[in-house]
């Protein structure tokens, strides 16, 4: 796919300038789209988009989906979700997201999650 990273926040997409608020830790290019994962440590503390840190967008620069909130939290007492730390795709093509402890399989069409496996 055609993309170009400007700067850490910014990609360019099909020729529209893409700007995530956060800095851009991992692309992958899946021909069709980019999935990327955004650097957790650009979020507010409390953010509750910190654990939806995971974006997908057409060729065109336009977002397709944002994964969904996963609901796990490493302590009761905190109310922002785990964050993901690491994106992958498996030997079958599909997607998985790491957080501390879980990894979670995420939908390619919708960004919803279908599966969770322990990480250790």
Same mark, same amino acid.
Request: glycine letters at 10%; hydrophobic letters at 40%; proline letters at 0%.
């Given at each position: 796919? $055609? &993309? =170009?990273? !400007?700067? =850490?926040?910014? @990609? @360019?997409?099909? %020729?529209?300038?893409? $700007?995530? %608020?956060?800095? *851009?830790? =991992?692309?992958?290019? @899946?021909? /069709?789209? !980019? *999935?990327?994962? @955004? &650097? *957790? /440590? /650009?979020?507010?503390v409390g953010d509750m988009m910190v654990g939806r840190n995971i974006l997908a967008y057409d060729e065109d620069g336009n977002e397709l989906w944002r994964v969904e909130d996963h609901g796990l939290r490493r302590r009761s007492e905190r109310k922002a979700p785990d964050a993901f730390f690491d994106i992958r795709l498996d030997e079958e093509g599909r997607l998985w997201g790491g957080t501390p402890g879980v990894e979670l399989m995420i939908d390619l069409e919708t960004g919803k999650i279908l599966d969770a496996e322990p990480r250790w």
């Open positions: 796919m $055609n &993309y =170009e990273k !400007l700067d =850490e926040k910014t @990609l @360019l997409i099909g %020729g529209k300038k893409v $700007n995530f %608020g956060q800095s *851009v830790k =991992e692309v992958l290019d @899946l021909g /069709d789209r !980019l *999935v990327i994962r @955004l &650097y *957790v /440590d /650009d979020f507010e």
